[in-house]
């Protein structure tokens, strides 16, 4: 049934798309296709999918409906579904807690909250907590994002207060999830301000390692050291000077996290993704051996699963790993061995517990460390460019970018070609490992 309907999705999304070229074979090249909608031309067929997706959703949503029906009265498709027995339907709306004494003002104004947070744990049907989850988030006006899977849940949603305190409430009086205490969720200053939009899905791990769950389990992860601990074992490495001798101070996290805030005299790999990790650890395999590993990232989740890998390759001596991440380390040692800021997925980019500057400007070399995304159009990275380059146009991440820009501004076009992370700062750059 899943991928009979998303078939059907598939099929009403194109359908309507399709409805919407108005040109093609332009001066004999079928490549030259554009569409109109809305009173706008789209020339690039991700310009279109992502204006149709954010603006006309409701008329997808009919014309999927409308597929689905005339697939299910086709004889052929009625043979081809297996007859099972059908599941008694989980009714969410009891997990969904009252809000009648909360005034609608408290859910969406006042102070705002955003929550971090992951459990793991073995969930039968994540597509039930999935719509649960979904539905108990719009209740209470959160945006943000939850991914759900058979291995647990990982979430940061973004919120006023009383929404963040309700949302905890109901997390933990789940049957499944009431194991999570309640310091297990890192709160910080933000709100639903600091997310786009909402999402909420299935997927197969809840964190993106890029290794089946079955294969790597969580279970298998490294000793737990709550802030206090770690906070010695820290000290200890610095204050013996032995760095990298007998024990590692390992950064789990992605190059531009560590490269604005980092623990000193940590390992921090230079790679783009957490799915790079396992590789990684493959090709320095006799970094690690025989060594004592300390182990930390942003809120705790990739060390699970980071630990659990470099565990099942039996060379370590020990793996230990921050119980709560950065986050929690901060909230008791704010002026610790921590120094700069701790980057964070959502707008805010980055959130501070000292002054300390570590990164600089990617033009002038300047202290600076407050990303903000490169402005050619279909770049994704992140750039640290100070307010007084920002000023001089140095808004790319970039010279391949900052030249397409230049370019894009002399054509008087609003639009260039669609070359996502193919820029000097992630093609050119020696990737580790090879993206599979």
Known sequence: MKKYHAFCRRRAFATYVASKTDGCCKEGNPTLAYWCCCGQTFRESSSIHKHVAKTHASEILTTFKRLLSQLEEEEVV??????????????????????GYITEDQLQKGPGKVLLYYCYRPVEDPHVISAWQKDLCENLHLTGKVRVATEGINGTVGGTEAAADMYIKAMRSHPLFNIIEEDDFKMSDGGAQCFSDLRVGVYK????????????????????????????????????GDLFNDTILLDCRNFYESKIGQFRHCLAPNIRKFSYFPDYVDQNLELFKDKKVLMYCTGGIRCERASAYLRSKDVCKEVYQLKGGIHKYLEHFPEGFYRGKMFVFDKRYAISSNSDVISECRYYSSPWDQYQLCTTQFCCQLVLSCPACRLEGHTACCLACQTKQGRAQRDGSSSTPQQKEECECTDGRLRVPQEV
């Open 205 to 240: 791990e809840i964190v993106p390692m890029g290794v089946s769950p079955d294969v790597i389990s969580y279970k298998l992860a490294g000793i737990h050291l709550q802030p206090e601990e770690f906070h010695k074992e820290v000290e200890v490495l610095l204050s013996n």
């Open 78 to 99: 009625k043979h081809q579904r297996p007859s099972v027995p059908q599941a008694e339907p989980v009714n969410i709306a009891q997990w969904i807690p009252a809000t």
